[in-house]
């Protein structure tokens, strides 16, 4: 991994993994991994990962299953519990210029960043910020 990707993880406190279903991502996800021990090592000894996203699944696909059930195996831990389907609208959203909950808030993968969100939140115990803010009385 490049000097882009050091600089920035040296600057994060923590990191989010995105690991599509798919068989050469595992290998990235071990390169990564190892890019993040070193970093840890060496420059920034606060970097956690915050977790491991897994994304474009169809579980249709023999391979997008085990990619799933590997990574889980080895990392359970820190893999999020939702997982991001692959789903046609998320290929659109872009093209359009849109979020795909602009694009399409009703569709299976609006649905499932916004439950990852919602998981992401309760994580890292924000889930009352709006409510907390809102009893501040800020002009």
Do not use: W
């Amino acid at each position: 991994l490049g000097l882009i990707t050091v600089n920035a993880l040296t600057a994060s406190d923590s990191v989010m993994i995105p690991v599509q279903c798919e068989y050469f991502a595992l290998e990235g996800l071990g390169k990564l991994l190892n890019t993040i021990k070193i970093v840890q090592g060496r420059l920034n000894q606060d970097l956690e990962i915050e977790g491991i996203l897994l994304t474009m699944y169809d579980t249709r696909l023999r391979l997008a299953n085990q990619v799933v059930e590997e990574v889980k195996m080895h990392f359970q831990e820190i893999v999020f519990d939702t997982v991001i389907h692959r789903n046609t609208k998320l290929g659109e959203a872009p093209s359009y210029g849109e979020t795909i909950v602009m694009h399409d808030a009703s569709s299976k993968g609006a649905v499932n960043y916004l439950n990852f969100t919602r998981e992401l939140l309760q994580k890292n115990d924000l889930t009352n910020i709006s409510n907390e803010e809102k009893q501040l009385n800020i002009d």
